[in-house]
T-cell receptor, first 113, second 113 residues
Framework: RKEVEQDPGPFNVPEGATVAFNCTYSNSASQSFFWYRQDCRKEPKLLMSVYSSGNEDGRFTAQLNRASQYISLLIRDSKLSDSATYLCVVNYESNFGNEKLTFGTGTRLTIIP | ETGVTQSPTHLIKTRGQQVTLRCSSQSGHNTVSWYQQALGQGPQFIFQYYREEENGRGNFPPRFSGLQFPNYSSELNVNALELDDSALYLC????????????FGQGTRLTVV
């Protein structure tokens, strides 16, 4: 079983729609959680950290459920520029700077005009 | 654009050869982590270097080795290349103890033929 599991997609979604991604992780000792975005043939970039209390950044909302070992990302009012691969990431270290990140396979999202 | 630079950007090697990839970390960062991203997969953690020593290693064989230099730049060396080593190799620099994210370089795309 993979440590971080995501539906690889692809998700093809019309512009303006709401799309949700989910992922599960197997190691209950995981300390910190993230969503990264990766554009085609580019490096991953941090989209947002994920907390149990839930956090929102504009059109993006992330949620962590430690009991179920489940992480979600919601994108509202999707834009063409949201087309990318979204990577679910966990880290066994609790502090920034000491990341030894475990990535899911990524979910590919295409926003259709 | 991050301050993390990798060289070369692309490389073709023959099976059995050795390769050295280089990473210059962002100014002020003291830690470099290396990841391997095969096509269609998420990045996998290879190892991390802090204060010129290995500070954690993923599930990679000993023919994957590294160095960190006093200026915090780093090298990844792979001996006895195999076809399955073909991948995008990413380095990420960070500052242990600081509440800031790791930044990835643009990667080196290695093809083994």
């Amino acid at each position: 079983r993979k440590e971080v599991e995501q539906d690889p997609g692809p998700f093809n979604v019309p512009e303006g729609a709401t799309v949700a991604f989910n992922c599960t992780y197997s190691n209950s000792a995981s300390q910190s959680f993230f969503w990264y975005r990766q554009d085609c043939r580019k490096e991953p970039k941090l989209l947002m950290s994920v907390y149990s209390s839930g956090n929102e950044d504009g059109r993006f909302t992330a949620q962590l459920n430690r009991a179920s070992q489940y992480i979600s990302l919601l994108i509202r009012d999707s834009k063409l520029s949201d087309s990318a691969t979204y990577l679910c990431v966990v880290n066994y270290e609790s502090n920034f700077g000491n990341e030894k990140l475990t990535f899911g396979t990524g979910t590919r999202l295409t926003i259709i005009p | 654009e991050t301050g993390v630079t990798q060289s070369p950007t692309h490389l073709i090697k023959t099976r059995g050869q050795q390769v050295t990839l280089r990473c210059s970390s962002q100014s002020g960062h003291n830690t470099v982590s290396w990841y391997q991203q095969a096509l269609g997969q998420g990045p996998q953690f290879i190892f991390q270097y802090y204060r010129e020593e290995e500070n954690g290693r993923g599930n990679f064989p000993p023919r994957f080795s590294g160095l960190q230099f006093p200026n915090y730049s780093s090298e990844l060396n792979v001996n006895a290349l195999e076809l399955d080593d073909s991948a995008l190799y990413l380095c990420a620099s960070s500052l242990i103890g600081a509440n800031t994210e790791a930044f990835f370089g643009q990667g080196t795309r290695l093809t083994v033929v």
